[in-house]
């Protein structure tokens, strides 16, 4: 039998305690190798078609990597964290989500992917009978897509700042900005920018223009009000009407106010979560893995059927 997802913790830290990265793929090989699995077993398929083993072990990880037990060298090949191989030496019996709440960052990731949840814990145990599949089935698809901003949001901070401007020019093109204009988004020259990481055209003369500032900052910093400030000077140098912040971290309040007060730009603000749940609505750096079609009686084909 395939243990689920938080029952392999520990086969997972043992295959990397020699502190060499792997491509999860030998990873996931040498921890089916532990665990005895069968031919049977490893293509085993869930509804979706994915290989049951794979979808766990794959939650497996990720699971870990929001504990700091490992972490990715580059996309695709993990390591054992110091935090890793001093938990095995502690030769704990038993690995799961429990032990893995003793570390803030998987207390603070459970917080972030839950904190959209109406029914608290002790409500849940009592409405969940009355819970119909279709409820059952959206709140999986909502906890699935938090589970994916979050990687998405740690895969935008391990790249360049450069890359994060291109990455929300492209972004805005595929919402549908200057879509129709040929080579109407650029992110402009560092030495040179005043203020504007980069600019939207959204007519081909130019009279419709929105400027850009990206900023790729600390998920957890809080970008105050002086930052607006100044944005909306860098706007007014150039005469514009529309500004765009966008960052992978947080806006204050004070920013926010101060922001929806602007009469002569129209400043939009875009925080780390946000940003991660427009790169998953328009397909940008993600690709569909499973589809699930729900379905139901056609009442016309019974009724008119001859």
């Not at 007519?203 to 400030?229: H, M, N, V």
């Amino acid at each position: 039998m395939i243990p689920k997802y938080n029952e392999m913790y520990k086969e997972l830290l043992e295959v990397l305690k020699d502190r060499k990265a792997y491509p999860f793929k030998e990873v996931r090989e040498a921890v089916a190798k532990i665990l005895n699995l069968s031919e049977e077993e490893l293509e085993e398929k869930l509804d979706s078609g994915k290989k049951k083993f794979n979808d766990r072990i794959n939650w497996a990880c990720t699971y870990l990597k929001k504990a700091k037990l490992v972490e990715n060298t580059k996309r695709g090949v993990v390591k054992i964290t110091d935090r890793g191989i001093e938990l095995l030496n502690n030769n704990p019996e038993k690995i799961d989500n429990n032990l893995l709440s003793n570390y803030q960052e998987f207390v603070d990731f459970i917080k972030r992917v839950k904190k959209d949840d109406e029914i608290s814990k002790e409500k849940d145990y009592t409405e969940k009978e009355s819970q119909t599949p279709q409820d059952i089935f959206e709140k999986s698809f909502r906890d699935i897509n938090r589970m994916l901003e979050e990687e998405i949001l740690e895969e935008v901070l391990r790249q360049s700042s450069d890359f994060f401007e291109h990455l929300v020019v492209k972004l805005l093109q595929k919402i549908g900005y200057g879509s129709f204009i040929a080579d109407s988004g650029m992110v402009t020259k560092k030495s040179n920018d005043e203020g504007i990481d980069g600019i939207i055209k959204q007519d081909k003369l130019g009279f419709d223009t929105i400027y850009i500032q990206a900023k790729k900052w600390d998920r957890e910093t809080s970008i105050s009000r002086p930052e607006i400030q100044k944005f909306v000077g860098a706007l007014g140098g150039k005469g514009a009407s529309k500004g765009l912040f966008i960052t992978t971290a947080k806006f204050s309040e004070g920013a926010k106010r101060y922001s929806q007060e602007q009469h002569i730009s129209k400043i939009v603000l875009i925080d780390g979560r946000e940003l991660a749940k427009l790169m998953i609505e328009y397909n940008v750096g993600v690709s569909v893995e499973s589809t699930y079609e729900i379905k139901r009686i056609d009442s016309d084909f019974f009724e008119n059927i001859d």
